[in-house]
């Protein structure tokens, strides 16, 4: 893909002003978000919060190599945070860490906090956790997060061809679960 000329907020975001940033970020941070919180981690101990930071930081010390617009750098963010992503999941596998349990956890007080936002929605990652990984990235970048297809091939690092197939079959996939899970309700 071939990149156009820088925008107004992406050039500014290079020159460092602050505002330019906030823009981005504005219009990137919360999908970042919730697009991570679908991906799985082998890691515990790394939350999406933290993949989405890690990714913010690189993109700020990278931006110099980015250029396009800004519609454009949310699929090279996504793609920063895809990759961090794997490096976390491979540094999981290797440290194979796991949550403590909870019984053992039961003579110290917890503290209570507020829940996140989207603590509601498991669902969706319970879903899309079905679909084999391509697919649910696609559909996860596609419908959860509304990333336009070359953002979403950009973001994962494939072609725009390959999203546009693993799109439909993630969605026919998901159709025919459903329909299957409404068959078995009526009985």
């Avoid at 989405?52 to 750098?73: P, Q, R, V, Y």
């Amino acid at each position: 893909m071939t990149r156009g000329t820088d925008d107004d907020v992406v050039a500014r975001a290079k020159s460092g002003d602050a505002e330019a940033w906030r823009t981005l970020y504005r219009d990137h941070a919360g999908r970042l978000l919730v697009w991570l919180t679908t991906r799985p981690t082998a890691d515990s101990a790394v939350t999406a919060e933290d993949l989405a930071s890690e990714a913010w930081l690189t993109a700020a010390e990278k931006i110099s190599t980015f250029h396009g617009t800004s519609s454009e750098f949310a699929g090279w963010l996504f793609g920063i945070a895809r990759k961090l992503g794997g490096n976390v999941r491979r540094r999981g596998q290797r440290r194979n860490t796991q949550p403590s349990d909870m019984a053992t956890l039961a003579d110290h007080p917890m503290v209570q906090g507020p829940e996140p936002a989207y603590a509601g929605q498991d669902w969706v990652a319970r879903l899309l956790a079905t679909l084999p990984r391509r697919e649910r990235d696609v559909v996860a970048c596609r419908e959860v997060v509304g990333l336009d297809v070359e953002a979403t091939a950009t973001a994962l690092g494939v072609s725009s061809v390959a999203v546009r197939v693993a799109h439909h079959r993630g969605l026919r996939r998901l159709s025919a679960q459903l329909t299957s899970s409404e068959r078995s309700a009526a009985r």
